[in-house]
């Protein structure tokens, strides 16, 4: 899993789509988007953002630890580790493979229209 699959976890979990995530942070919609899909790094500020707002900032770039620096007990209702409930787990990676399936299929119908008008 990339940092973009993990930072797009963050946000189906918190139920933000990726302009509302990207405002958040004080990105354009296509800067966040970059960075969901690996195609540009994190800034200081991004990263800085993140970590104040309790994401483990080591979590989202390596995959090891928990989601979130707090703990359970003492985190905010919208932050909980994800690797705490396994099956939380699963149902959020299952959420983004159905959405990344779902661009897929509308870049792929895009694409189509396209071609036809040419």
Do not use: C
């Given at each position: 899993m990339t940092k973009g699959t993990r930072l797009e976890m963050i946000r189906v979990y918190l139920k933000l789509n990726q302009k509302q995530m990207s405002e958040k942070l004080g990105l354009q919609q296509s800067q966040y988007?970059?960075?969901?899909?690996?195609?540009?790094?994190f800034s200081d500020e991004t990263i800085s953002f993140l970590a104040d707002?309790?994401?483990?900032?080591?979590w989202?770039?390596?995959g090891n630890g928990?989601?979130?620096?707090?703990?359970?007990?003492?985190?905010?209702?919208?932050?909980?580790?994800?690797e705490a409930d396994p099956e939380l787990m699963k149902?959020?990676?299952?959420r983004v493979r159905?959405?990344?399936?779902d661009v897929s299929d509308i870049e792929d119908t895009l694409r189509k229209m396209l071609s036809r008008k040419k």
């Open positions: 988007s970059k960075l969901e899909n690996d195609r540009s790094g707002m309790g994401f483990n900032v080591h989202l770039f390596t928990e989601m979130f620096l707090t703990p359970k007990e003492s985190a905010p209702t919208d932050f909980v580790s994800l149902e959020m990676e299952e159905r959405i990344r399936l």
